[in-house]
């Protein structure tokens, strides 16, 4: 889908450059994960998350949507490694909303009246 998107992209002349793409791409991706990881129970089969992605002329933005349990941040968020952390001795999950915050200016959640996960992530150019 998402490279799709970029495709599309090209053709009306406002593809972003690949540094400015994959960090969009890589905070869609983590959030998306989280949201199928996370809104729904271990055994569910179906996890529908719905995706809208819109570019403007100054910045590209997506929506994602669900319908499973709602976010609860956690009590503590993991901070950035410092630089002298073992790279092989961090966690191999918990850094994913954290990875996203630092790839976009704006990523916001909020739960509907309706009982929806709604995310908007927003990076400008």
């Not at 990881?37 to 100054?58: G, I, K, S």
């Not at 994913?96 to 959640?109: C, K, M, N, P, V």
């Amino acid at each position: 889908m998402i490279d799709r998107f970029w495709n599309d992209a090209v053709r009306i002349d406002r593809l972003p450059p690949e540094m400015w793409r994959n960090l969009f791409t890589t905070a869609l991706a983590e959030v998306a994960a989280n949201g199928l990881r996370h809104a729904y129970p271990p055994d569910t089969t179906r996890r529908p998350l719905r995706v809208r992605l819109r570019l403007f002329p100054d910045r590209v933005e997506a929506l994602l949507i669900d319908h499973g349990a709602p976010y609860e941040s956690p009590p503590s968020t993991y901070n950035a490694p410092d630089h002298e952390t073992e790279v092989t001795l961090l966690p191999e999950s918990g850094y994913g909303l954290f990875i996203a915050r630092a790839a976009l200016d704006s990523l916001r959640y909020r739960r509907s009246r309706n009982g929806y996960n709604c995310w908007k992530l927003v990076k400008k150019k």
